[in-house]
């Protein structure tokens, strides 16, 4: 019983914290795109017409 534990234990915790990492990664490829993008769009609107 104990090993059972054990083994879903170690399998549950690196599949958690690789969703928080999903999760970080996605936020944080999401925000750097919207600023990426804002930027863009103002150096675009600035040197354009």
């Not at 104990?2 to 690196?14: A, D, H, K, T």
């Not at 999760?23 to 930027?39: I, K, R, W």
């Not at 769009?41 to 017409?49: E, K, M, Q």
Request: proline fraction near 4%; hydrophobic fraction near 45%.
């Amino acid at each position: 019983m104990s090993v059972c534990l054990s083994q879903s234990g170690s399998i549950f915790v690196p599949v958690q914290l690789f969703s928080y990492f999903v999760v970080f990664l996605t936020s944080y490829t999401a925000l750097a795109g919207l600023g990426f993008g804002s930027n863009l769009c103002y150096s675009i609107n600035r040197f354009g017409p």
